[in-house]
């Protein structure tokens, strides 16, 4: 069994040991826009391989909250904006283009994980239809897609 070697992001290779080596890739929440899951597939693909390049085999991403806080500072890297179904189809294209190239996907962050204010002790609730209607969908997308980790909680 090879050792776990997971590396942020869902934006792209991020670490201290490559220096300005990393790509900038668009943010999540413009490919989202674009509503394109073959762009969604290339992205996370193009990504991966930079990864595996340089000795990752696991990437904490994709980012696939719905962004229900306007002013939440990481809409940018989740994949369903404000959709849910969006999220549940892109995550799809995601998680199996980034598992293209032998690196596991880690979806993240898992639901209602909707802000950064106050997040060391905010209490984030929702009852239960609004979560597997609102919530869920795009996390329910990377399993289906196979989606190899998640983070649950951080």
């Known amino acids: 069994i090879p050792p776990v ?5 869902p934006q792209g290779f991020v670490d201290r040991r490559h220096p300005g080596t990393s790509t900038a890739w668009p943010s999540a929440l413009a490919l989202a826009a674009s509503w394109d899951e073959a762009a969604v597939y290339d992205w ?5 391989r930079e990864f595996h390049e340089k000795g990752a085999n696991v990437q904490l991403g994709p980012g696939l ?10 809409n940018f890297e989740y994949l369903s904006g404000e ?5 549940y189809v892109l995550a799809k294209s995601a998680v199996r ?3 293209s190239q032998r690196v596991v996907a880690n979806a993240k962050h898992w639901a209602l994980n ?3 204010t106050g997040r060391d002790y905010i209490s984030a609730e929702a009852d ?3 979560r597997f209607e609102m919530y869920y969908p795009p996390f329910e997308g990377a399993i289906e897609a196979g989606g190899g980790s998640f983070m649950c909680s951080y």
């Open 128 to 130: 239960e239809r609004t």
């Open 44 to 48: 996370g693909a193009g990504m991966a």
């Open 83 to 87: 959709d849910p179904f969006l999220g």
């Open 65 to 74: 909250n719905v962004a229900r806080v306007p002013r939440n500072g990481r």
């Open 97 to 99: 283009g980034i598992q």
């Open 5 to 9: 070697n997971m590396v942020d992001g």
């Open 114 to 116: 909707n802000q950064e």
